[in-house]
């Protein structure tokens, strides 16, 4: 999976609590996204990151946020779980232009009970 | 909405027979994208094909692009066991950001 690790692979947490998913990349690629993955929806963009500390909203961001305090590390947070945001979440790198091919991570599955 | 969109949206065939799959958008692309998935892991590339090709090839794998049509087909030639799998197209439009918009994917079964 192209030097890309996601943790944790599973959780199962219940709704209110906060959760935190972290993306790892030893590729030194400068471009990293966080999609989540629902039947019937595809993959959808919830933020992605352009640079160190540099990130944007996506498609579905609401209930999201994310950091990036170092190249290699992108962290996805559920302030407050909510049951609709039980899905698979994966991690995209790139290396340049947000427009380049794009390598996944293995993902996460997340259940919010 | 979606912006590219995969037909069929499942496909059951023979080993060793061709595959085909399509993709068609709504609005101007920079570019077209395939990606494979297999069942509980993460997509892979396969091919990237620019606005201004026509036709473009990868070991079994052909790509075509029709952009009056605003259509994308795959072609997998010979299909093996291995490729059973999902595949998605993902666009990148011309306006507005340069991200991947992904269609929703076809479910290619290749039965022995």
């Known amino acids: 999976d192209a030097g890309i690790t996601q943790s944790p692979r599973h959780k199962v947490t219940e709704t209110g609590t906060p959760v935190t998913l972290r993306c790892h990349q030893t590729?030194?690629?400068?471009?990293m996204y966080w999609y989540r993955q629902d039947p019937g929806h595809g993959l959808r963009l919830i933020h992605y990151?352009?640079?160190?500390?540099?990130?944007d909203k996506g498609e579905v961001s609401d209930g999201y946020s994310v950091s990036r305090s170092k190249t290699e590390d992108f962290l996805l947070t559920l302030e407050s779980a909510t049951s609709s945001q039980t899905s698979v979440y994966f991690c995209?790198?790139?290396?340049?232009?947000?427009?380049?091919?794009?390598?996944f991570g293995p993902g996460t599955r997340l259940t919010v009970l | 909405s979606q912006q590219g969109e995969e037909d069929p949206q499942a496909l059951s065939i023979q080993e060793g027979e061709n595959a085909t799959m399509n993709c068609s958008y709504k609005?101007?692309?920079?570019?077209l994208q395939w990606y494979r998935q297999n069942s509980g892991r993460g997509l892979v590339h396969l091919i990237l094909?620019?606005?201004?090709?026509r036709e473009k090839h990868s070991g079994r794998l052909r790509v075509t692009l029709d952009t009056s049509k605003k259509s994308s087909s795959l072609l997998i030639t010979a299909s093996r066991a291995a490729d059973t799998a999902s595949y998605f197209c993902?666009?990148?439009?011309?306006?507005?950001?340069?991200?991947?918009?992904f269609g929703q994917g076809t479910r290619l079964t290749i039965n022995p």
């Open positions: 995209a790198i790139s290396q340049e232009a947000s427009t380049d091919t794009q390598y």
């Open positions: 590729e030194n690629h400068r471009y």
């Open positions: 990151s352009y640079g160190v500390k540099d990130t």
């Open positions: 609005t101007s692309i920079n570019n």
């Open positions: 094909i620019r606005s201004n090709e």
């Open positions: 993902a666009t990148v439009l011309i306006q507005g950001a340069q991200k991947l918009v």
